[in-house]
C-alpha cells in the first residue's frame, strides 16, 4: 500500500504533482456532475439543439462552457424513430472535456445509446432526443433532460455543504461570558 500527501513546496524538484494526482485531490472534494440549472439542451431551428452556457466537474476535472453552443442532429431516418443523446465527455487521451451528440440507430422501436465509461472515456449524458421518422427539426417536447438522473449525470456537490458556525459561535460567547 502506498501513502500520498500534498501540497508541498518542492525542495530541489522532489514535489511533482502531476494533473491525474490534482485530479484524484479534487475528485475527493467534488462530486461529478454539472452544476444545477448549467448545461441544459434546448431546442434550436431545424435539426440543432443548444447547450445552455455553463460548467461541470467529470471525474476531478473542470469543464466551462462560456456561451451557448449549437450542435447539429443528423437527419432522421425515412421510416425508424431514433434516439440521441448529448454528453459532455471526458477523454484523458485527447485530455479534453466536450459536448456532443451521440447518434442513436434508428428502429421501430429505437433505444438510446449507452454513455460510456471507461479507462479513457466518462460521459454525463444531459439530454435525450426522440428524432421521429422524417422529422426536419427538433422541438422541445422531443428533448427530455436527464441532469437530474444520477445515473448517467447528476448535479455537483461539494464535500463540505454547510458548517454551523452560529451554533459553534453561541458556544464560544458562552463559554467567554462564564
Known amino acids: 500500500m502506498s501513502e500520498s500527501s500534498g501540497f508541498f513546496v518542492s525542495q530541489g524538484g522532489d514535489r511533482k504533482y502531476t494533473p491525474d494526482w490534482l485530479a484524484k485531490y479534487i475528485k475527493a472534494l467534488v462530486t461529478t456532475g454539472v452544476y444545477k440549472d448549467e448545461c441544459g439542451v434546448s431546442a434550436g431551428t431545424g435539426m440543432t439543439v443548444s447547450v445552455a452556457a455553463g460548467r461541470a466537474w467529470i471525474e476531478g476535472y473542470l469543464y466551462l462552457l462560456d456561451t451557448a453552443k449549437t450542435l447539429t442532429i443528423s437527419n432522421a431516418d425515412a421510416s425508424n424513430e431514433r434516439k440521441d443523446i448529448v454528453v459532455l465527455r471526458l477523454d484523458l487521451t485527447a485530455r479534453t472535456i466536450t459536448v456532443q451528440v451521440v447518434t442513436g440507430t434508428p428502429a421501430a422501436q429505437p433505444v438510446a445509446p449507452a454513455i460510456t465509461r471507461n479507462a479513457d472515456v466518462y460521459e454525463l449524458e444531459l439530454a435525450e432526443i426522440s428524432v421521429p421518422a422524417g422529422t426536419s427539426s427538433i422541438t422541445q417536447a422531443l428533448i427530455t433532460d436527464k441532469r437530474l438522473d444520477d445515473?448517467?449525470?447528476?448535479?455537483?456537490?461539494?464535500?463540505?455543504?454547510?458548517?454551523?458556525?452560529?451554533?459553534?459561535?453561541?458556544?464560544?460567547?458562552?463559554?467567554?461570558?462564564?
Do not use: R
Open 151 to 178: 445515473t448517467v449525470c447528476g448535479i455537483t456537490v461539494s464535500a463540505v455543504q454547510h458548517i454551523p458556525t452560529a451554533s459553534y459561535l453561541e458556544q464560544m460567547l458562552a463559554a467567554f461570558n462564564d
